[in-house]
Each structure stands twice: as structure tokens, then as C-alpha cells.
């Protein structure tokens, strides 16, 4: 049962457009949310994270917007730079029990175009 | 610069052939982890230990078993590996359990199993 859910596999933008990444999830417990970025033979390394007591987080060209009633997340990437095509993976965590525990999403391929 | 560090980046081992992952940090953090990730699949947390203290998940086969001689230092070892575990091994690190922090991921193991 995926508990955080990021139903695109995949999206091509073009530079200079926005890129807008949906992360989707269902577990009440959750709190914190992070986007994670990875290059291929590389690891994930952290972008941007937003807590529950916010709706919106921005840094650069990276804004991430929580809709807490819908249980949704999404990234905005503008302007969009082909060094940004890598896999996002969603990430979240909570309190409560085991919840510290990252729970991450399958991930969506970014491709920017030139 | 501080960083997650895993050796080596590629290893090929036989089936049933036992094997070891190494990780290592120079963060200084109390937290390491061990993920394994197959291709389009989200990482799945395998066990992870706080200091010298170790969960194990619940769904993680026997055949999976971890060591942490000391803080910079955690080992992921497959005793007999099947087909079914070739995959990338990811090691991350947090500062402690809390809800709130952020992992920090190595650039992963490629296992191959023949």
C-alpha cells in the first residue's frame, strides 16, 4: 500500500517553462514533507522540504505548495534549466510511532528540453 | 566537505555468494540507514541504526543483516543473495530519529547478482 504517491513517471518541459512536479499521499500522520533530486550514479540529495504549518515554501527557482485537505504536494520549478532534468522523488514523515521513518514515492523523470 | 560514502560503487557476486556493502560518513551523525532501490521503484527502507542500536524493518529478509563498529562506519551484508536482490543500496545518515530531519544519501551500490 503506497502511503506517498507520485502518479507522473515522467515530464518534458522546455527550458525557461515551469515545471510542476504532483506528489499525492494518505497518511494523516504525515507532517513533514521533502522532494529529494537524483542525477543518475549518484544519490538523492535534499532540494526543499515544507511542514504542515505552512502552505507554501520557496527557495530560488524551487517552490513547493502543500494542500493539506486534498493531501497533496507539489513542485514548481521556474524558471526550468536542462541541469534540472533528474528523477524527484517525494519524501514524508510525521510524528507519532514509526512515522520519522522517510516514506518516499516512486519518483518522476524531468527532462528539460533546450 | 562532509559526505556519505559508499564502497564500492559497483559490485558483481554470485548467486548465493555472500557479499558486503560499505558505508561511511563523516557527518557525525547518530542515524545511518540502509535503503534498497530497484529500478522505478521507490527506496524501501531496509533497517536502520540509532548510534549502536538497530531496527530492523519488518518486511526486511534474514538474509539481509547490517554491522556498526563504530560511528562513521555501517555494513550492509547479504548472506546468500538471490536474483531478486540485485539493486542499487543506498546508505543515508540523519542527525537522530526526529521527525524533522533530513537524510543525507551516499551515491549508492549497484549490486548484480549472476
Known amino acids: 500500500d503506497q502511503q506517498v504517491k507520485q502518479n507522473s513517471p515522467s515530464l518534458s518541459v522546455q527550458e525557461g517553462r515551469i515545471s510542476i512536479l504532483n506528489c499525492d499521499y494518505t497518511?494523516?500522520?504525515?507532517?513533514?514533507f521533502l522532494w529529494y533530486k537524483k542525477y543518475p550514479a549518484e544519490g538523492p540529495t535534499f532540494l526543499i522540504s515544507i511542514s504542515s504549518i505552512k502552505d507554501k515554501n520557496e527557495d530560488g527557482r524551487f517552490t513547493v505548495f502543500l494542500n493539506k485537505s486534498a493531501k497533496h504536494l507539489s513542485l514548481h520549478i521556474v524558471p526550468s534549466q536542462p541541469g534540472d532534468s533528474a528523477v524527484y522523488f517525494c519524501?514524508?514523515?510525521?510524528?507519532?510511532?514509526?512515522?520519522?521513518?522517510?516514506?518516499f514515492g516512486k519518483g518522476t523523470l524531468l527532462t528539460v528540453n533546450p | 566537505d562532509a559526505m556519505v560514502i559508499q564502497n564500492p560503487r559497483y559490485q558483481v557476486t554470485q548467486f548465493g555468494k555472500p557479499v558486503t556493502l560499505s558505508c561511511s560518513q563523516t557527518l557525525n551523525h547518530n542515524v545511518m540507514y540502509w535503503y534498497q532501490q530497484k529500478s522505478s521503484q521507490a527506496p524501501k527502507l531496509l533497517f536502520h541504526?540509532?548510534?549502536?542500536?538497530?531496527?530492523n524493518e519488518a518486511d526486511t529478509p534474514d538474509n539481509f543483516q547490517s554491522r556498526r563498529p563504530n560511528t562513521s562506519f555501517c555494513f550492509l551484508d547479504i548472506r546468500s543473495p538471490g536474483l531478486g536482490d540485485a539493486a542499487m543500496y543506498l546508505c543515508?545518515?540523519?542527525?537522530?530519529?526526529?521527525?524533522?530531519?533530513?537524510?543525507?544519501f551516499g551515491p549508492g551500490t549497484r549490486l548484480t547478482v549472476l
Open positions: 541504526y540509532y548510534d549502536k542500536d538497530f531496527n
Open positions: 497518511n494523516s500522520m504525515f507532517d513533514y
Open positions: 519524501a514524508a514523515s510525521g510524528s507519532g510511532g514509526s512515522n520519522y521513518k522517510l516514506t
Open positions: 543515508a545518515t540523519s542527525r537522530d530519529l526526529s521527525t524533522y530531519n533530513e537524510q543525507f
